[in-house]
């Protein structure tokens, strides 16, 4: 089967059950969930441990602009565009992802600059009339859904000439990968896809996660001009310190420099990050 297509057929109810059952990052603070302290915590921890992504969004920079978000989880990109000055719009499939964003938009007095809308971006026009946004923006989404080029079409027609996508899926050539392999003592090549689905998230067993090398991604973004695409991202904390919420590095990582990190970060990064603009 083609690995772009392998989860084709998976029904977007195992993707929305799955992710209904344990929101993205919902477990990044042990405060009382909801809460202003609850969401400082999941935001501090979110940004500690993937420093890459405010540095991806450039969240200041679309004040008084129009962004489009898919998949906004329980809102910490969401929080930060409206926190910025954007008017932010955004999807999502999860109805408890979606209920956790709205709260947070409220607890933060947000609401007025943020929209919410619960469904499937793979029936995006169905949900959003058509409109032009300034920035369609996507982080760790679209690889969840079991036809992902179908919303890669769809966001198009939500962009002008002088619209941006910012967009990370998964990158199939990672250290996760080699990660996943030891853990699994797994060395059968024909099964990385099988491997990375099941262990892409904190919790195991996704329904749908494809991953993306450069040829996949040309595909994936057909009537797209690619302006830049990077690797980043590899976790090098202790998995179980992490889970008490300490942060000591693997054995693996303890004695690489930032700079070396930085480097192979570049090659082996779990993070595909993508600016494009219409073709
Ligand atoms: C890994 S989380 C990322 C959430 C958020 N972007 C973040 O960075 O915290 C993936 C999110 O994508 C959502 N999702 C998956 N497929 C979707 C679809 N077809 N339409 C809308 N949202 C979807 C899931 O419900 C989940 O909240």
């Keep these: 089967m083609d690995p772009d297509q392998l989860f084709a057929t998976v029904p977007i109810a195992a993707v929305r059950n799955f992710w209904d059952a344990r929101p993205c990052n919902i477990r990044h603070s042990t405060k009382e969930v909801g809460t202003r302290e609850y969401f400082d915590e999941v935001e501090q921890r979110k940004y500690f441990v993937e420093p890459h992504i405010p540095r991806f969004a450039e969240f200041p920079r679309w004040a008084g602009r129009t962004v489009l978000e898919i998949g906004c989880g329980i809102g910490t990109d969401t929080i930060n565009f409206a ?9 999502e499939l999860s109805e408890r992802s979606a209920a ?5 938009a409220d607890v933060y007095g947000l609401t007025d600059r943020i929209t919410i809308h619960v469904g499937n971006a793979e029936e995006l026009p169905d949900i959003l009339p058509v409109r032009p946004f300034d ?3 996507s982080f760790g989404v679209i690889h969840h859904s079991p036809q992902p080029w179908r919303i890669a079409a769809h966001l198009r027609r939500y962009m002008t000439a002088a619209s941006e996508l910012r967009l990370m899926v998964y990158s199939r ?9 030891r853990e699994e003592n797994a060395w059968d090549m024909s099964r990385i896809d099988e491997l990375l689905a099941r262990n892409s998230e904190a919790q195991v067993g996704s329904p749908v996660t494809y991953t993306y090398t450069d040829a996949s991604l040309r595909q994936l973004l057909d009537g797209y001009r690619v302006l830049e695409r990077r690797k980043a991202h590899i976790f090098t904390w202790d998995v179980d310190a992490y889970r008490r919420y300490e942060y000591r590095k693997a054995p693996e990582w ?3 420099s930032s700079a070396e990190l930085a480097d192979l ?7 595909l990050l993508v600016r494009a603009v219409l073709s």
């Design 254 to 256: 303890a004695n690489v």
């Design 100 to 104: 956790l964003a709205r709260r947070r």
């Design 173 to 181: 050539v990672s250290y996760k990968l080699f990660r996943i392999m």
């Design 135 to 137: 920035l369609v923006y």
């Design 265 to 271: 970060e570049t090659e082996l990064g779990w993070h």
């Design 83 to 91: 926190r910025h000055g954007a008017q932010v719009t955004a999807i």
